[in-house]
């Protein structure tokens, strides 16, 4: 069988939380990588947090001085979307969970970038299929949904989906990639949640529910998972770093498409999206932040 062919170059579709953290990890494992985002601010924004990650890296002696300066010089930042995904052997996208939005995109990557790029898309739970639609060539997109923080986390879920002529070529593509990068994969079926957001989800709901009624405070919640199940983050402080918008929109999703009172979001978790606390990019979740 012919090897899979290494990917080189990548183009990182939306710089936020995800995306930024997507592009560190593949400067990190020695690929050329485009950053775009359609938000003026964006792009700055996520230098700093690839500057920060650098730092941090270097500090804990994971990275030399030498390590630092060939991640920094092969992350670019180029706003124009077509510019950054012309040439690329893989294009990630790393929007946030609207549908019509990634369907849009898609249909304008696909004819942007090369006939043969790896085209990807890192949601956590919508259908790869339905996102595919607008595409001529849908069995080409492919999940894969990285876990944040992205440079900790092993796990890489590929997402397969149905389309004609579908995509085992496109998955496993995905998977050496994601053994390129370091990280783990597994290989799912296109289900509302996939396996990770659809087990992933109901804890951290269920962990809201407990704060509301005030079984215990979120500190000592977060601990029973971390020091009695060996989870390395509690499932609240988890929600802070993924973000409660991001948590809330899920959970809607999920609940939309497999009912269920565990998918329900609860109101504790509803009056803080209200009220702007969406976790740690907003310094104010289930936890303060300082940082």
């Known amino acids: 069988m012919t090897p899979t062919p290494a990917v080189r170059h990548v183009a990182v579709v939306g710089a936020g939380t995800m995306g930024h953290g997507i592009a ?21 924004q996520a230098r700093e947090r690839i500057e ?49 939005l990634k369907q849009q995109l898609f249909a304008r990557v696909e004819q942007a970038a090369s006939a043969d790029a790896l085209l990807v898309t890192n949601t956590s739970s919508l259908s790869i299929a339905r996102i ?51 990280k ?12 990770s957001s659809r087990l992933g989800v109901v804890l951290g709901l269920e962990a809201m529910r407990m704060l509301e009624q005030g079984v215990a405070s979120a500190e000592d919640i977060d601990k029973a998972m971390e020091l009695g199940y060996n989870h390395p983050l509690g499932p609240l402080k988890l929600t802070d770093l993924v973000g409660l918008d991001v948590r809330l929109a899920i959970a809607e999703y999920l609940h939309a498409m497999l009912g269920g009172p565990q998918y329900e979001p609860p ?22 932040w300082s940082d």
């Open 24 to 44: 560190y990890v593949v400067a990190a494992a020695g690929c050329s990588v485009c950053l775009t985002d359609a938000r003026a601010d964006a792009l700055p």
């Open 52 to 100: 920060a990650l650098l730092a941090g890296g270097l500090k804990r002696g994971r990275l030399t001085a030498d390590d630092q300066a060939g991640i920094r010089a092969r992350v670019q930042l180029e706003p124009d979307l077509d510019s950054a995904v012309t040439g690329a052997d893989a294009v990630i996208e790393a929007v946030v969970e609207d549908l019509p």
């Open 132 to 182: 595919a639609t607008g595409m001529r060539a849908p069995a080409r997109l492919v999940g894969m949904h990285f876990f944040n923080p992205v440079h900790q986390m092993k796990l890489v879920e590929i997402v397969t989906h149905g389309a004609e002529g579908s995509s085992a070529v496109a998955a496993e593509r995905a998977a050496a990639f994601a053994r390129q990068l370091g």
């Open 184 to 195: 783990e994969p597994i290989v799912v079926r296109d289900s509302p949640g996939f396996a």
């Open 267 to 288: 109101k504790i978790l509803r009056e803080k999206v209200k009220k702007g606390e969406l976790g740690k990019k907003t310094r104010k979740g289930f936890y303060t």
